[in-house]
Structures are given as structure tokens and as C-alpha cells.
Antibody
Framework: EVQLVESGGGLVQPGGSLRLSCVSSGFSFPNSWMIWVRQAPGKGLEWVANINKDGSEEYYVDSVKGRFTISRDNAENSLFLQMNSLRADDTAVYYCAKGRGAEIWGQGTMVTVSS | QTVVTQEPSLTVSPGGTVTLTCASS?????????PNWFQQKPGQAPRALIY???NRHSWTPARFSGSLLGDKAALTLSGVQPDDEADYYC?????????FGEGTKLTVL
């Protein structure tokens, strides 16, 4: 069974940092582009970042450039999102998804940025 | 920044047909935007329905179909069922980035 499990969310103060993880199983992770998508409470989906198969290409939405870094460990079938300089408007459920077209999704992890 | 526009809400009767559309502020949506469609029900993660304009995933019911309609991408639901009540999002590719539409809330009534 194809599965993605996110972790690492929580409550953090403005200006703080958080590292999200996404562990995959049931498919060839090293052969898959991966993406992060977020959804603020009561709002729509927002594509955040994606990374190619070997981690040599990364792309970001403008609002997180310079603050967030997507990375992967193919040996551990894991995807990461390092989030620095967090702001209140980063508060959201963060999903990882398989493929550039996001065909498989995890259940998400909640990130709350508040003092 | 690209803005992708969808109908905020639509209502359809059970058994009916409804078409949701997806427009881009950059111009006509073509197959080169690789339109994707997703369904999200309350409290759940999104589920992929359609990729690259018109291709169903293995789990997508045949009553869901994707196409290009004029200068937009479109998702048509035929023989709508009560379980199809959900939010629907399109996703467009543009120059190594992706943009989601604002979403359509579909009510089956």
C-alpha cells in the first residue's frame, strides 16, 4: 500500500523554526518527484515547494523563498521541509504528496505560528 | 503571480451533470499546463482525480472526466451522486511551479 506519513508539526512562535518530515512506503521513493502543499484553516490549497528525484532541483512559491528549504533522503525514503522565520500566515496543515501532479497525499501535519 | 480561478460554488441535483472550470490569469489554459483535479471532503486530505487534462487515476470513477473547454480546463461530473459533495481544486503547471485554483464547493441537492 502506498503511504505517506507526515510529522513534525506543532506550535511555534513567530520567527521560530520547524522541520517537517514525510516518510514514504509502498512505492519507489527515489524515482518520484515530491511536493509540499499547505492549507490554512478554512482556506484552499497552496502549492509550497517541490523537489526532483535526486534532490538537485528545488522550486518554491514566492511567499516562502529564502525561508523554507525542501530536501530528501532517498536512502531513508524521506522528504523534509525546513521552515525558518515562521510567520502567522504560515499557519496551516502541511501535506506531502507524491509526484509533480500530487497523485498520492499524506494525512497532513498541523503547524501553528502564534505567540 | 499567477491566479487560477474556479467557480466559488455550484449546486447540482443527484443524477445530474455539472461542469467545473479552471482559468488562468496568464491566458488560455492548454495541455501544457498539465491540468490536475482534486477532490477534498471535510476533515480529509485531498484525493487526486484527473491528471494531465483528461487522464483518470486508477481509483477515479468513470463519471469524472477532464477536458479543455474554450480557454479553460474543465472537470465534468456525470450521474452525480450525493457522495460527490465536496470541494474541488484544479492545479496548473507554469514554469517549474504549480498553482492551485481557489476551489469550487459542490453541493448535491
Amino acid at each position: 500500500e502506498v503511504q505517506l506519513v507526515e510529522s513534525g508539526g506543532g506550535l511555534v512562535q513567530p520567527g521560530g523554526s520547524l522541520r517537517l518530515s514525510c516518510v514514504s512506503s509502498g512505492f519507489s521513493f527515489p524515482n518520484s518527484w515530491m511536493i509540499w502543499v499547505r492549507q490554512a484553516p478554512g482556506k484552499g490549497l497552496e502549492w509550497v515547494a517541490n523537489i526532483n528525484k535526486d534532490g538537485s532541483e528545488e522550486y518554491y512559491v514566492d511567499s516562502v523563498k529564502g525561508r523554507f528549504t525542501i530536501s530528501r533522503d532517498n536512502a531513508e525514503n524521506s522528504l523534509f521541509l525546513q521552515m525558518n522565520s515562521l510567520r502567522a500566515d504560515d499557519t496551516a496543515v502541511y501535506y506531502c504528496a507524491k509526484g509533480r501532479g500530487a497523485e498520492i497525499w499524506g494525512q497532513g501535519t498541523m503547524v501553528t505560528v502564534s505567540s | 503571480q499567477t491566479v487560477v480561478t474556479q467557480e466559488p460554488s455550484l449546486t447540482v441535483s443527484p443524477g445530474g451533470t455539472v461542469t467545473l472550470t479552471c482559468a488562468s490569469s496568464t491566458g488560455a489554459v492548454t495541455s501544457g499546463y498539465y491540468p490536475n483535479w482534486f477532490q477534498q471532503k471535510p476533515g480529509q486530505a485531498p484525493r487526486a482525480l484527473i491528471y494531465s487534462t483528461s487522464n483518470r487515476h486508477s481509483w477515479t470513477p468513470a463519471r469524472f472526466s477532464g477536458s479543455l473547454l474554450g480557454d479553460k480546463a474543465a472537470l465534468t461530473l456525470s450521474g452525480v451522486q450525493p457522495d460527490d459533495e465536496a470541494d474541488y481544486y484544479c492545479l496548473l503547471y507554469n514554469r517549474n511551479t504549480w498553482v492551485f485554483g481557489e476551489g469550487t464547493k459542490l453541493t448535491v441537492l
